[in-house]
């Protein structure tokens, strides 16, 4: 089945602990892309990648950090987490021909920082 | 600046009645444009999207939404609300030339009243 999966799904964590969401996709795509939701505000995109070693800060890239060293992982890293880093986060993958084209989402990470 | 407008964080209807979420954006070039539904405790699900070829567009679950260039418009619209339709709907827009970042508007939920 296609699909971009996200771990772990909730995570409960405090001030500082460096922490790593994966985000892996089976379709080969070559873009993929991280966006936080928070209520009132939509969907903000934090950092996007258009193939392996190739990334791209989104309107919101302060505090987190990505590396796309193999084509369907894309991992969000939090090195000092804070709490209003707390939020849904979503990962997500396009095809490798245009990534204007649909963009496939997970199923979303809920992350809270005390 | 570009971006994507959702005008009306909440609208409720009756079912049966016909839902008109809206949307307008702003940017220098003929966007890329998209509406997501998002389900209760669930990532994103892509409704339709707009990519230059008819201006009026169909997607799932009966939902249409038409590119009008003079009113900077893309809204979403559905002869008759089901019970099924309540969720949260985004707007999102690939703006600017050569854009590859998706940007979303701050979504809008729809209630759905028996």
């Known amino acids: 089945e296609a699909q971009v999966t996200q771990n772990p799904r909730y995570l409960i964590t405090v001030t500082g602990k460096k922490l790593t969401v994966t985000c892996s996709q089976n379709m080969n795509h070559e873009y993929m892309s991280w966006y936080r939701q928070d209520p009132g505000l939509g969907l903000r995109q934090i950092y996007y990648s258009m193939n392996v070693e190739v990334t791209d800060k989104g309107d919101v890239p302060e505090g987190y950090k990505v590396s796309r060293k193999e084509k369907r992982n894309f991992p969000l890293i939090l090195e000092s987490p804070s709490p209003n880093q707390t939020s849904l986060y979503f990962c997500?993958?396009?095809?490798?021909?245009?990534?204007?084209?649909?963009?496939?989402f997970g199923p979303g990470t809920r992350l809270t920082v005390l | 600046a570009q971006s994507v407008t959702q005008l009306g964080s909440h609208v409720s209807v009756s079912e049966g009645a016909l839902v008109l979420l809206r949307c307008n954006y702003s940017s220098s070039v003929p966007p890329y444009l998209f509406w997501y539904v998002q389900y209760p405790n669930q990532g994103l699900q892509l409704l339709l999207k707009?990519?230059?070829?008819?201006?009026l567009v169909k997607g799932i679950n009966g939902f249409e939404a038409e590119f009008k260039k003079s009113e900077t418009s893309f809204h979403l619209t559905k002869p008759s609300a089901h019970m099924s339709d309540a969720a949260e709907y985004f707007c999102a827009a690939f703006l600017g030339a050569g854009s590859y970042q998706l940007t979303f508007g701050k979504g809008t939920k729809l209630s759905v009243i028996p």
């Open positions: 997500a993958s396009s095809s490798n021909r245009d990534p204007r084209n649909t963009q496939y």
């Open positions: 707009y990519t230059s070829a008819a201006t």
